[in-house]
């Protein structure tokens, strides 16, 4: 038994008690006749009883559980909601943001490369340092900096988007040293992969 059902007990028992004493002094011939419970089976019955009402309270918290708040937090529609108001600020397609972080981290807002990429848009220290972010874990920077990384590079490369993907692959340096899509095996399929899920997204 629990300490304070147990503290309820005995003081439901020492009021019990002092009823005892204070019913002898008045006790009348008729009363006398009536045969009372004993002490033990007070004792015996209050802790029955204690012990019932501890099992209602834990039934009571168990029924109500699914009731109680839940993390009702989506990262999918988070993550989305952060797409178009980034989208919007720097006028790039959502649709092509998504593509990006879906081949970038599936969606894993801790995902962190063996190459130091972090986040859902994968961004490099030093990029995540050039647009500003602060925490590349939290969804909304990595996302704001991620969509500001891509403009810049729409703007570089005229909104010629395999260049932009190649770039942000491989980092503008390489594009421009081979002046197009690096022959990177790895960058060369990232642009596919991007292109791929972006046309079903519009589709």
Do not use: H
Not at 14 to 25: A, N, P, T, V
Not at 27 to 37: G, I, L, N, T
Not at 100 to 116: D, H, M, R, T
Not at 147 to 176: C, F, I, M, Q, T
């Amino acid at each position: 038994m629990a300490l304070d059902g147990l503290k309820r007990v005995i003081r439901r028992i020492e009021e019990i008690r002092r009823g005892f004493d204070e019913l002898s002094k008045f006790r009348s011939r008729s009363v006398e006749q009536y045969k009372a419970p004993s002490f033990k089976e007070v004792f015996l019955k209050e802790v029955e009883r204690s012990e019932e009402e501890g099992v209602k309270r834990e039934n009571r918290v168990e029924d109500l559980s699914p009731l109680l708040p839940r993390d009702s937090f989506k990262e999918d529609s988070s993550i989305e909601d952060v797409v178009n108001r980034a989208s919007k600020l720097y006028k790039l397609d959502p649709k092509l943001v998504m593509a990006v972080i879906e081949a970038e981290s599936n969606f894993n807002p801790k995902a962190l490369s063996p190459k130091g990429a972090m986040g859902l848009m994968q961004l490099m220290p030093d990029t995540a340092r050039e647009m500003g972010v602060r925490d590349p874990f939290d969804v909304e920077e990595n996302i704001m900096g991620g969509v500001k990384y891509l403009n810049y590079l729409s703007e570089k490369y005229k909104g010629n988007l395999e260049l932009v993907l190649a770039a942000y692959n491989a980092g503008p340096g390489a594009v421009d040293k081979y002046g197009g899509i690096p022959p990177y095996k790895e960058t060369q399929d990232y642009v596919r992969k991007v292109l791929s899920i972006y046309r079903k997204l519009k589709r």
